[in-house]
């Protein structure tokens, strides 16, 4: 059971257009959501993050857009730039006691043509 | 400061043999986690320590694949009799904190193709 599922599975956007991510989550008692971007041949890194208390972050030409009644999160890149072409992957925060566990979704790759 | 480190990068194996995965976490971080990335999928969590302890190894086929960290600092896993279906990239993080606002670093992977 998937429990954070991402929208498109893959996205084209030309340079300097804004592309928007979906993302969404199953279980209510998640309560932070890191975002890791990925590229080939590399690990993920963390990019940018939103607690449920938040209903925005911002980072730059990055924002997280949160709705928790909704259970959905959605990533904003402004004047996108063909650096920006990676793969990008919403995960959640599961604490279960003393025991805290990511999960991630299965990502968007994200192309940003010239 | 170095990153996290893997070795080896790539393997190849044919099923039924048993290959090992290294781990040289950030220095002074004191968590580490086992992550297997299949193709075009997210990261899934294997295993993770707080300094030599398993905190949670549920996701672990314990029948095949092991996990240490004996000192609390380099880690190693370990398949013993590889499947295809194994067949991903086995991604290595560690955090300096504990809880859900750690900040977790990924080495760079091992792609792990077993025919």
């Known amino acids: 059971q998937q429990q954070v599922r991402q929208s498109p599975q893959s996205l084209t956007v030309w340079e300097g257009e804004t592309a928007i991510l979906n993302c969404s989550y199953e279980?209510?008692?998640?309560?932070?959501f890191p975002w890791y971007q990925q590229f080939p041949g590399e690990g993920p890194a963390l990019l940018i993050s939103?607690?449920?208390?938040?209903d925005k972050k911002e980072d730059g030409r990055f924002t997280i857009f949160f709705n928790k009644r909704e259970k959905k999160l959605s990533l904003h890149i402004t004047d996108s730039q063909p650096g920006d072409s990676a793969t990008y992957f919403c995960?959640?925060?599961?604490?279960?006691?003393?025991?805290?566990?990511?999960?991630f979704g299965k990502g968007t790759l994200l192309t940003v043509t010239p | 400061e170095a990153g996290v480190t893997q070795s080896p990068r790539y393997a190849v194996l044919q099923e039924g043999q048993a290959v090992s995965f290294w781990c040289d976490p950030i220095?002074?971080?004191?968590?580490l986690y086992w992550y297997q990335q299949p193709r075009d999928q997210g990261p899934q969590l294997l295993v993770y320590?707080?300094?030599?302890?398993?905190?949670?190894n549920s996701q672990l086929p314990s029948d095949r694949f092991s996990a240490v960290r004996p000192k609390g600092t380099n880690s190693t896993l370990k398949i013993q009799s590889a499947k295809q279906g194994d067949t991903a990239t086995y991604l290595c993080?560690?955090?300096?904190?504990?809880?859900?606002?750690?900040?977790?670093?990924f080495g760079p992977g091992t792609r792990l193709t077993v025919l």
């Open positions: 220095s002074g971080h004191d968590t």
């Open positions: 320590f707080r300094d030599e302890a398993v905190i949670d």
């Open positions: 279980d209510s008692t998640f309560n932070y």
């Open positions: 995960a959640a925060f599961l604490s279960g006691g003393s025991n805290y566990k990511l999960t």
């Open positions: 993080a560690s955090s300096s904190d504990w809880g859900i606002y750690a900040e977790q670093f």
């Open positions: 939103i607690s449920s208390v938040s």
